[in-house]
């Protein structure tokens, strides 16, 4: 199978060659034939790709160590959803994984039938077929999965114990599909330019691509964060980690863009930024790669370093050249249809809101990428930690979430001050009452004040948009309150299911202040019958228990966990020593509730394992955070799901004849 793999690649070359030289005579000459053999080069390569990977996942699951990779990442004690998830636990195999994500994204964009693309379709297949070119050289040369091994080998090294959890599983698949499927969207735009069109049409058809980009992308971020919660035991969920800030800037970018599309679909408007902004979004993806491989950034989250992180250093700076060339080549054609008319109006909100975000994607982007011009520049390497980041973002988010309130009740084109205050009359009022009982309950430190506040105003904003939406509709249509409800999504699902996902932004915002602002500790070493007190929990401890498999020791200490003098639970944190040496992990033990998480580490125990050492924490609110981010996903779906006359005409749509 390794064989056939290695085939596959090579091969894979081939027919991206063909493709491209296809595509362009299609364009070039409108011949339908060409087009017919563009179009099916892109089926083959997906053929190609999906044996590639299949054989990479064929010889981990059988163990054949005949070949680096597995021998690297797989071994005989491990377990078979751990063998089929080290395919992406490598860097070869998580390129391939990527080549083949990417080969599938670019044969459902070649093969659609939305009547609004069929011109942009050649252009943009061919410029996705040469982003697909770069991951087939790397993976033919510099990082070949199906390399052999240079001795010979009856046992690998297995999976990295941190990866070998559920949530690692599924968050690198997730972040994965948005990170390529931001490659779409930059297509269609760099298309847009090359056929000098100064309409929306590319958002309309990439608009749906965008978005599910995104809300992958919000999935990885989540799932990922969710893994360290509860897995590296250094306690916590986000730590600035220069990894942790490369997924996060183009969701930044992203988010940006989500909403400025709007303003161009709306009024032919923002037409150079939302360009910029899609250049931007897919060059930060790329730089997310680069960033995880390249070594030049410790990561807990990196792969190990390579001369694998010059090639994307170049891919990157190949993709802006090219992209500043186009957009400044056709720079007149982006001129805007209408001008802004009042600084109080739907539209500079989306303006003021992108600047932000793009702002916060500034600051979180140089803080990661200082230290590396701090060692070029002084010769000693200065890192950038959480105060930094924490400093300069928080009043950001807190001015967006603040616009997330505003947003709705203003119009487009203009609104007065008086409207928007009036509209917002009663959210400020309850806001001015509830930051007061904030103040008085002892809640000082102005970030938190101000955070809860604004999130509590958005909050009230949102509720009062679904209140006076669905009495109006019960009003009109006699209709019961549930029904009416439910119908709003019906009617409107762009528009209601973001309301949904900025309320699930709002419980994440409440949750990240609470066990920021309120979290507390403590460490402690204690004897089995002794005690831990902290706030209203105490944990007796019962001692050190040892438990042995084939393929590793698990050692966990067990609390007894009561909550004012009731008992509430058992908690067991670990650490788990792994037989092939690889470096212990630790497994937290969460009692969650929606006041609170009591989060307990176990840092070790002394010689004679009379005296167990562990961390206590407790998280205020935490729960909301993870409850947030499911239900930003809702909101996002709920945004996504199409309407039932959209499907039916859709089926209906025959395929054009050509796109040329």
Avoid: C
């Amino acid at each position: 199978m390794g064989d056939i793999g290695r085939l596959a690649l090579i091969f894979s070359v081939v027919i991206i060659v063909y493709g491209l030289i296809s595509h362009f005579m299609a364009i070039r000459t409108k011949n339908i034939r060409w087009l017919k053999s563009a179009k099916s080069s892109v089926l083959v390569l997906v053929f190609l790709t999906t044996l590639a990977s299949g054989s990479l996942i064929y010889l981990l699951v059988t163990g054949d160590f005949r070949y680096d990779y597995v021998a690297s990442y797989a071994s005989t004690d491990m377990s078979l959803f751990y063998k089929v998830t080290a395919f992406w636990g490598g860097n070869a195999g998580s390129l391939l994984l990527w080549f083949w994500i990417l080969s599938i994204y670019t044969a459902l964009v070649t093969w659609s039938k939305h009547k609004d693309s069929s011109q942009y379709l050649p252009w943009v297949s061919a410029i996705l077929l040469m982003i697909n070119g770069f991951f087939v050289l790397i993976l033919n040369t510099i990082e070949q999965p199906f390399a052999l091994n240079p001795e010979q080998m009856n046992e690998g090294d297995g999976l990295n114990p941190l990866l070998q959890n559920p949530g690692m599983a599924v968050h690198p698949i997730t972040l994965y599909l948005g990170y390529i499927g931001f490659a779409i969207p930059f297509a269609y735009g760099m298309a847009t330019l090359l056929l000098k069109k100064a309409d929306a049409v590319w958002l309309k058809v990439t608009r749906k691509w965008i978005l599910v980009s995104w809300l992958f992308l919000s999935m990885g971020i989540l799932f990922g964060s969710q893994w360290a919660y509860v897995e590296l035991g250094w306690g916590g969920y986000w730590a600035w980690d220069p990894v942790e800030n490369a997924s996060l800037l183009p969701w930044l970018t992203a988010t940006a863009l989500l909403h400025s599309t709007m303003v161009q679909e709306r009024k032919g408007m923002l037409k150079r930024w939302n360009i910029i902004l899609v250049t931007i979004t897919f060059a930060l993806t790329i730089f997310g790669t680069f960033l995880t491989r390249s070594g030049l950034l410790w990561s807990v989250h990196a792969f190990a370093n390579g001369p694998i992180g010059a090639y994307f250093l170049a891919f990157i700076g190949i993709i802006l050249i090219a992209s500043i060339w186009n957009i400044s080549s056709n720079w007149s054609v982006l001129k805007s249809d209408a001008q802004f008319e009042s600084y109080i109006s739907k539209e500079s909100s989306f303006l003021v809101n992108n600047l932000l975000l793009v702002a916060s994607a500034f600051t979180v982007f140089w803080g990661t990428i200082y230290p590396v011009i701090s060692e070029a520049v002084t010769g000693s390497k200065v890192m950038v930690g959480a105060p930094y980041f924490n400093s300069v973002n928080i009043p950001i988010f807190i001015a967006v979430i603040i616009l997330m309130g505003v947003g709705p009740v203003v119009a487009w084109k203009r609104s007065s001050l008086k409207s928007v205050l009036r509209n917002l009359s009663y959210p400020i009022i309850l806001t001015v009452i509830l930051a007061i009982a904030l103040l008085v309950a002892g809640v000082t430190n102005w970030m938190t004040l101000l955070s809860l506040a604004s999130t509590s105003f958005v909050a009230m904003v949102i509720f009062l948009e679904f209140a006076k939406a669905v009495t109006a509709r019960v009003k009109v249509t006699g209709e019961s309150t549930i029904r009416s409800f439910f119908m709003l999504f019906v009617k409107n699902r762009r528009r209601y299911g973001g309301y949904v996902a900025h309320f699930g932004i709002i419980l994440i915002a409440i949750g990240y202040t609470g066990a920021g602002a309120y979290s507390v500790d403590i460490q402690s070493g204690v004897n089995e019958g002794d005690a831990i007190q902290l706030g209203k929990y105490s944990l007796y401890s019962r001692g050190l228990t040892e438990i042995r498999d084939e393929s590793k020791q698990t050692v966990y200490a067990e609390f007894l966990v009561e909550k004012d003098g009731e008992e509430i639970g058992v908690v067991r944190p670990e650490k788990v020593f792994y037989n092939n040496g690889a470096q212990p992990t630790t497994e937290v033990s969460v009692v969650s509730s929606i006041q609170e998480d009591l989060y307990v580490i176990l840092n070790g125990w002394s010689e004679g394992e009379e005296t167990t050492f562990v961390q206590v924490k407790i998280f205020p609110l935490m729960s909301w955070t993870w409850t947030g981010g499911y239900i930003l996903i809702l909101g996002t779906l709920i945004s996504l799901w199409p309407k039932r006359s959209a499907r039916r005409r859709r089926s209906l749509e025959a395929e054009p004849i050509i796109y040329g």
